[in-house]
């Protein structure tokens, strides 16, 4: 079974520039969450997706955007880049296994802005 | 702020030995997780305990839950230098329907051969 992807691996965009990154799931997974890594921050939730609808997002400006597409799959947009933007974002997906959501990672987009 | 603190945030052992991780947290829980993380790149969903649950095991793991101390612990008995990685655990906060997990600062662990 295939874990979730992201993709692209590697990021360098210039301040005030838009990203986007992407990531599909596990198949059969329709939870997905995306997180930021940043140095010295730690990890800290970002998104969540269910069902296409945004159910959660943690404590980020409205220029942290994202969606989920019909397949599960989700897309997470950064706009105006800064340089604190600067990050490691990871994905996760999750199902309701054995009365607990477990949360699978991806592998991560590293971004960085110059 | 994080929720949950590792401890200790560094720990060197001998191939061999066992090393144990401690992660505090400060509220209810629905469930606490344990990942893996090498070098920067993505984390490794280890193990999953539940707030009803005291201890679980899952090959060379071993993870306790005190909820009356809101603390868990990782035990990796016999390690590996393959086991040289960053742990996190990260919970779940109790009947909020967030599903946010909230991570700790991670523990560093270093296994010389």
């Known amino acids: 079974e295939a874990g979730v992807t992201q993709s692209p691996t590697h990021l360098i965009k210039t301040r005030g520039q838009q990203a986007t990154l992407r990531c599909s799931p596990i198949?059969?997974?329709?939870?997905v969450y995306w997180y930021q890594q940043a140095l010295g921050l730690g990890l800290q939730f970002l998104l969540w997706y269910d069902e296409g609808e945004e159910r959660n997002r943690g404590n980020f400006p409205p220029r942290f955007s994202g969606r989920q597409f019909p397949n599960y799959s989700s897309e997470l947009n950064v706009n105006a880049l800064e340089l604190e933007d600067s990050a490691l974002y990871l994905c996760?997906?999750?199902?309701w296994g054995t009365g607990a959501y477990e949360q699978y990672f991806g592998p991560g987009t590293r971004l960085t802005v110059t | 702020s994080q929720q949950g603190e590792e401890d200790p945030q560094a720990l060197s052992i001998q191939e061999g030995e066992n090393a144990t991780m401690n992660c505090s947290y400060k509220?209810?829980?629905?469930?606490l997780q344990w990942y893996r993380q090498n070098s920067g790149r993505g984390l490794v969903h280890l193990i999953l305990?539940?707030?009803?649950?005291r201890e679980k095991h899952s090959g060379r793991l071993r993870v306790t839950l005190d909820t009356s101390k809101k603390s868990s612990s990782l035990l990796i008995t016999a390690s590996r230098a393959a086991d040289t990685a960053s742990y996190f655990c990260a919970t779940d906060a109790r009947d909020t329907g967030r599903r946010a997990l909230t991570f700790g600062s991670g523990t560093r662990l270093q296994v010389q051969p």
């Open positions: 509220t209810s829980i629905n469930n």
């Open positions: 996760a997906s999750s199902s």
């Open positions: 305990i539940r707030s009803n649950e």
């Open positions: 198949s059969g997974h329709t939870s």
